[in-house]
């Protein structure tokens, strides 16, 4: 059978070769029938293809004829000539139309990208406009959105600057509260600290108080003017008290001792106007008898000199006169300020000779000097001015003169507080311990408060004023 199919094998082969060998070809059979029904299937396909390809074929032909009619028209209509496929003025145009046409659809693009989605926003404004108009004023429905946003733009604007003036306004009112409050607080003050006033002057409003303030104030001035009128009295009096001066005026006869003195100032200037007077004649005197020589004038002339001679003696006796009174008279009132100085210096004097642990035992005045110079005499008499003096003896001068000055003007009106602030920051020890001495003397007539962060000075102090002092450490 294998060799009636035309297949070629050995004769002599064994069934189970023939039974393999057959197998396979079976099976190639079977592959090639597979093979020739799918390239039957594709062929049928292929047909049916061609079919439709030249159903599309004619189409196509129909549509590029129908298409050349057109081009063929829209050359003419163009005005363009030629062979359609190789005039370059065709495909120029072609170019053209493609440009135009693709700037057109861009224009389109932006179009519908850009200038629709403005008109959208637009019409959004238009309508939120519209709908703002009809909540704040309906009036304003009848004109366009443009004019409407111009108008709400210029409520805003106002309505801003109206907020802004109200907040500063509200900040005035709210500082002008806070002024009328403190100034009431202010008056309540007042009229607290008022009331005991009121009180004592057995009155109930300060209307009725002010008339009792303006006698008060002119009570302080005159007493006030009196102080100084009593001042200036000691002062003119060489320092002595009233009652001193009283009897001074009783005793002694001070317009005769001021004309006195004035008498003989006038004297010895006449008497030093008359010595120049006769000098200058006696100058003429010898220089006309020079000129003489031994005339007959000499005898006349050397009598003019013998007379001039003698009216300069007399003169001359007259002015060591005058000049030994002038020097008595001031000796005598010199002697008469020593004798009598005021208090004020006479305590200043004792103030600094403690300070000064007697380095000083007197304060003196020269009256010569203009302006008057205040000197201390040393224990031995050497008399030291300001300006000689070191800062430590300075500041104990002033120290003196002050408590001094302070002392006096305690017995002619009311105590009050003495504040001492480091007051011996020149002082060593020993004399620092005698101002708290002069302090602690003070303290018996007024409060005597002592300002110093010196802590070495407590101890100092605690021995000077005992258990009378109060002593406040801050920190």
Known sequence: MLLAGGLMVEPQAGIGHLCGFAAAHISDAERAAAR????????????????SLGRANAAAGDALAAWKAQWA???????????????????????????????????????????????????AFAQDTRRIAAELDANLLGHNADEISAELSRRLATALTAQADAERIERELHRAQTEARQA?????????????????????????????????????????????????LVSGGDGLAL??????????????????????????????????????????????????????????????RQEALAQMADTSERYVKVATAARLLR???????????????????????????????????????????????????????????????????????RLAALELHLEQTDALPFIADDLFVNFDNARAKAGLQALADLSQRTQVIFLSHHEHLVPMVREVFGSGVNVVTLH
Do not use: C
């Open 331 to 401: 000796w005598a009132i010199d002697r008469y300020r020593d004798r009598k100085q005021g208090p004020m210096l006479a305590r200043a004097s004792a103030i600094f000779a403690q300070l000064t642990l007697g380095g000083f035992h007197k304060l003196t005045v020269d009256y010569d000097k203009q302006p008057l110079a205040l000197s201390a005499l040393r224990s031995g008499g050497t008399a030291v001015e300001i300006p000689g003096m070191s800062e430590g003896t300075r500041d104990q001068l002033y120290l003196a003169l």
């Open 36 to 51: 020739r029904s799918a390239v039957a299937k594709q062929l049928t396909s292929a047909r049916a293809a061609l079919l």
């Open 184 to 232: 009431l607080e202010a008056v309540q003050s007042v009229h607290a600290t008022l009331q005991p006033l009121l009180e004592r002057a057995l009155v109930r409003t300060p209307q009725e108080l002010e008339p009792l303030i303006a006698r008060s104030d002119r009570a302080r001035v005159l007493a006030d003017a009196i102080a100084r009128d009593r001042l200036a």
């Open 73 to 123: 028209a829209a050359l003419s209509q163009a005005r363009l000539t030629g062979d359609t496929g190789t005039d370059p003025h065709a495909e120029a145009a072609v170019d053209i139309v493609m440009a135009i046409q693709d700037k057109l659809e861009k224009a389109r693009e932006v179009r519908r990208a850009r200038i629709d989605t403005m008109r959208a926003d637009l019409d």
């Open 243 to 304: 009652e001193a001066l009283f009897e001074e005026l009783v005793r002694a006869d001070v317009p005769a001792a001021q004309a006195a003195l004035s008498a003989v100032m006038t004297e010895l200037q006449e008497s030093v106007d008359a010595q120049s007077m006769l000098s200058t004649e006696l100058a003429a005197a010898r220089q006309r008898l020079a000129t003489i020589s031994g005339s007959a004038n000499a005898a006349i002339a050397e009598a003019k």
